[in-house]
């Protein structure tokens, strides 16, 4: 981010009060854009951006709330944003859950896919025309960043019958103890890759200014592993230096949102900084366009 300046540049960050999510604000920030927190909780939210103005008081940060899990506050969250008069440069799709247990949203979706999948989906979306009328107006491009993650590659497709009702496998001990994280996370995340693609090739297809991309952040100590994945948690304690840091998890994500180097670059996978292959089903263009579809479903519902 070196000699990056992102003055008059508007950006939005999901999951923004923590983790990953709080140290790309504060980079952004720090730049000159002007970031919105969307956060479940506002009370953790307001919290963070304190904390980042006691050290940046210059900089622009507003808080909104935005809980991914529910279609109506997915809804609730772009009409309040539009209401600000706002334009939008860059969005960046960050927030992450991986439940350990089976649960269904309000909307009757499996808390994890909805969260981190749908309710993204959704608000990319109902933001979409604005990216695309900003980057005209602004004669710059808008860049939508999704964060990832190699856990995708565990995914064998997406199992989209298991997405509203929990099946007998996810009932043994042994299994639901490891569903979030072990099989409907993974297939989140490769849902992630595939609505970075799906969504690049469409917006080529409009002519849009718009790059879409998805990343792998690393593997960080967030609240994902120290909640769910035990064992990583005992790796973490015996060999720190495996992990990365927050700031080191945020640094491929600022990347793909701001650095010139990536201008035009759209429908890739980055890994440090850096283009890298993803599984064989996150470049399955049938898949793609059947999750896409899919989502359109979910979301018209």
Same mark, same amino acid.
């Given at each position: 981010m070196?000699?990056?300046?992102?003055?008059?540049?508007?950006a939005?960050v999901?999951?923004a009060n923590?983790?990953?999510?709080?140290?790309?604000?504060?980079?952004?920030?720090?730049?000159g854009?002007?970031?919105?927190?969307?956060?479940?909780?506002l009370?953790?939210?307001?919290?963070?951006?304190?904390?980042?103005?006691?050290?940046e *008081?210059?900089?622009?940060?507003?808080?909104?709330r935005?809980?991914?899990?529910?279609?109506?506050s997915?809804? $609730?969250?772009?009409? $309040?944003?539009k209401?600000?008069?706002?334009?939008?440069?860059?969005?960046?799709?960050?927030?992450?859950?991986?439940?350990?247990?089976?649960?269904l949203t309000?909307?009757?979706?499996?808390?994890?896919?909805a969260?981190?999948?749908?309710?993204?989906?959704?608000?990319?979306?109902?933001l979409?025309?604005l990216?695309?009328?900003?980057?005209?107006?602004?004669?710059?491009?808008?860049?939508?960043?999704?964060v990832?993650s190699?856990?995708?590659?565990?995914?064998?497709?997406?199992?989209?019958?298991?997405?509203?009702?929990?099946?007998?496998?996810?009932?043994?001990?042994?299994?639901?103890?490891?569903?979030?994280?072990?099989?409907?996370?993974?297939?989140?995340?490769?849902?992630?890759?595939?609505h970075?693609? $799906?969504?690049?090739?469409l917006l080529?297809?409009?002519?849009?200014?718009?790059t879409?991309?998805?990343?792998?952040?690393?593997?960080?100590?967030?609240?994902?592993?120290?909640?769910?994945?035990?064992?990583?948690?005992?790796m973490y304690?015996?060999?720190?230096?495996?992990?990365?840091?927050?700031?080191?998890?945020?640094?491929?994500?600022?990347?793909?949102?701001?650095?010139?180097?990536?201008?035009?670059v759209?429908?890739k996978?980055?890994?440090d900084?850096?283009?890298?292959?993803?599984?064989?089903?996150?470049?399955? *263009?049938?898949?793609?366009e059947?999750?896409w579809?899919?989502?359109?479903?979910?979301?018209?519902?």
């Amino acid at each position: 981010m070196d000699g990056i300046r992102l003055d008059s540049k508007v950006a939005i960050v999901t999951g923004a009060n923590g983790g990953i999510g709080f140290e790309t604000v504060r980079a952004l920030a720090i730049k000159g854009a002007h970031v919105i927190l969307a956060c479940r909780n506002l009370k953790s939210a307001e919290a963070a951006k304190a904390s980042i103005l006691r050290e940046e *008081p210059d900089v622009q940060l507003t808080v909104l709330r935005l809980d991914l899990s529910s279609l109506a506050s997915v809804r $609730e969250f772009v009409e $309040e944003f539009k209401s600000l008069k706002l334009p939008l440069h860059i969005l960046i799709n960050n927030a992450g859950l991986a439940s350990s247990e089976f649960m269904l949203t309000v909307d009757n979706l499996e808390v994890t896919f909805a969260t981190n999948h749908v309710g993204h989906f959704l608000l990319t979306n109902l933001l979409l025309d604005l990216m695309i009328s900003t980057a005209l107006e602004s004669n710059s491009e808008g860049r939508i960043v999704i964060v990832a993650s190699r856990q995708h590659e565990s995914a064998r497709g997406i199992n989209f019958d298991s997405l509203h009702k929990k099946s007998w496998l996810q009932s043994l001990p042994l299994v639901k103890s490891y569903h979030g994280l072990c099989s409907v996370y993974a297939q989140s995340k490769l849902a992630n890759v595939l609505h970075a693609k $799906e969504l690049a090739r469409l917006l080529k297809e409009r002519g849009a200014n718009v790059t879409v991309n998805s990343l792998h952040p690393g593997v960080i100590h967030t609240n994902i592993v120290r909640n769910f994945f035990k064992p990583a948690e005992y790796m973490y304690n015996a060999f720190p230096r495996m992990f990365k840091t927050m700031e080191q998890g945020a640094a491929t994500t600022c990347y793909v949102a701001a650095h010139p180097d990536l201008n035009g670059v759209s429908g890739k996978y980055f890994v440090d900084c850096k283009e890298a292959p993803c599984s064989q089903y996150a470049n399955d *263009p049938e898949l793609a366009e059947h999750l896409w579809k899919y989502s359109e479903e979910l979301v018209r519902s």
